[in-house]
């Protein structure tokens, strides 16, 4: 089956420093990949949509230069946090969806900003 | 706008007993609609779509147009169904609901 991977699975950073998350389809070519956050005992909520080759689509209310999103190949797209602060704390979630239009999820990241 | 609600943010139940989990939608167009389970430490994963009108581990889910309803079903609720369960529809992206936290009680 299609597999999504994250890494780091948690990190923890300094109050403005910046950290990168990978996530990367292990064993199809994903075009379309999605950052999610979540937080505690809440639903995921979409960040972003980014598509390989081409500049990521944010949600409303979401800061692009906060939350930068790298797609730079058919398997492999990474959300950095730049600035940290507490409040970014969460859990980050990417999906990939293959071509057969079904979303894949990975383990998900937690970061905790102190 | 698009919209899904699961009014339930918990449901307990006991083994053997009928569990329905609800889901409502607000959507324009033609919906996808899809329910998503989380089991405890585990990732998302895909439960079933309403496209397929399968049974997953004897869960079921009808679309209902008239009533802007997808709701999920099982007739016999197990242990191992204990999980957090995500109904979400999908027009150009997926959008999940609040979600339902289902526990199941020997």
């Known amino acids: 089956g299609a597999v999504v991977s994250q890494h780091p699975s948690r990190v923890i950073c300094k109050s403005g420093t910046s950290v990168k998350i990978e996530c990367r389809s292990l064993?199809?070519?994903?075009?379309?990949m999605f950052w999610y956050r979540q937080f505690p005992k809440q639903s995921l909520m979409l960040m972003a949509t980014?598509?390989?080759?081409?500049?990521?689509?944010?949600e409303q209310g979401v800061e692009k230069d906060k939350f930068l999103i790298n797609h730079a190949s058919l398997t492999l797209s990474t959300l950095t946090v730049t600035s940290a602060h507490p409040e970014d704390s969460s859990f980050y979630i990417c999906?990939?969806?293959?071509?057969?239009?079904?979303?894949?999820f990975g383990p998900g990241t937690r970061l905790t900003v102190t | 706008a698009q919209r899904v609600t699961q009014p339930e943010k918990l449901l307990s139940v006991f083994k053997g007993a009928p569990v329905e989990l609800k889901c409502n939608y607000s959507?324009?167009?033609?919906?996808?609609l899809f329910w998503y389970v989380q089991y405890s430490r585990q990732r998302l994963q895909l439960l079933l779509r309403?496209?397929s009108r399968e049974s997953i581990k004897g869960f079921t889910a009808d679309l209902n147009k008239g009533e802007t309803s997808f709701h999920l079903k099982k007739p016999f609720a197990q242990e191992e169904d204990s999980a957090m369960y995500y109904c979400?529809?999908?027009?150009?992206?997926?959008?999940f609901g609040a979600g339902t936290q289902v526990v199941v009680t020997p």
């Open positions: 999906s990939a969806r293959g071509t057969n239009y079904e979303q894949y």
């Open positions: 064993d199809f070519q994903a075009t379309t």
């Open positions: 980014s598509n390989e080759g081409s500049k990521a689509t944010y």
């Open positions: 959507y324009s167009g033609s919906p996808e």
């Open positions: 309403h496209i």
């Open positions: 979400a529809l999908s027009s150009r992206k997926l959008q």
